[in-house]
């Protein structure tokens, strides 16, 4: 059965046998990976891209130029994406909310694009100062990083709002929170203003990935939910990169 309306392709799940646990879904982990490394690789094309035309036009780019486009990268990196991650709506009755139990301390719903638009705006501005210390190139170790942590952020939420493997989800938010750090220390090399603005960023992801675990830990108290995705679970779609802007 496939759902007209639904992002999950649940149709190609494979049948398992009643009572018998099913295995290790190796293809999805095969999957993420491909599709980070795929995002990854028309990311870095396209900061490859803006050197070369930048150089080909003897152009010169403005700083607030930067600062727009990582911004928007920030918030909408996921048009470069072969999988669908698109993000829960911000209000309670989003299955990603309400078919969990969720600790206490859970922000409201609202909260979390409220927060993730300040991190947006200090990426921009630390990916700014990054940039013109790197010797004002795009295709630079500062913005390769940048652009390989929101490779992952966005696969990771495929497999948490998309797929909702919270197990799964719980390994991911911590390549995530890695990939942060890494993009945070290699800012701070290319100029410390630029690490410490990537600070707090660092600082939410730890806090959401606290979260992250709190929500397995009450929602695994019977063991069945696997660290590993299993088969016979909800896959994502592949789709085009660039055909989808809003969500």
């Not at 652009?147 to 197990?167: C, P, Y």
């Amino acid at each position: 059965l496939t759902l007209k309306a639904s992002r999950v392709d649940k149709a190609r799940a494979p049948a398992t046998v009643p009572g018998q646990k099913p295995g290790i879904d190796w293809a999805a982990l095969a999957r993420y990976v491909s599709a980070t490394t795929a995002q990854f690789g028309l990311l870095a094309s396209f900061l490859y891209g803006l050197d070369h035309a930048v150089a080909s036009l003897q152009a010169d780019i403005s700083t607030r130029f930067v600062a727009l486009l990582f911004g928007f990268l920030s918030l909408r990196s996921r048009v470069f994406s072969v999988m669908d991650n698109s993000r829960p709506k911000p209000n309670k009755h989003d299955p990603v909310f309400k078919q969990r139990k969720q600790p206490w301390w859970t922000p409201p719903p609202l909260a979390f694009p409220i927060v993730w638009s300040g991190v947006a705006v200090l990426r921009a501005l630390s990916t700014t100062i990054a940039y013109v210390a790197s010797g004002e190139q795009f295709f630079s170790a500062p913005l390769l990083a940048m652009a390989a942590h929101l490779s992952i952020g966005d696969t990771w939420n495929t497999i948490n709002n998309v797929e909702k493997r919270m197990g799964t989800a719980l390994l991911g938010v911590i390549a995530v929170l890695g990939s942060a750090a890494a993009v945070a220390y290699t800012y701070y090399l290319a100029h410390p203003v630029a690490g410490a603005l990537l600070a707090p960023t660092v600082g939410w992801i730890a806090i959401a990935s606290l979260l992250i675990g709190e929500i397995y830990r009450l929602n695994n108290k019977d063991g069945s939910i696997s660290l590993l995705p299993k088969k016979g679970e909800a896959t994502a779609k592949w789709r085009v990169p660039f055909t989808s802007f809003t969500k």
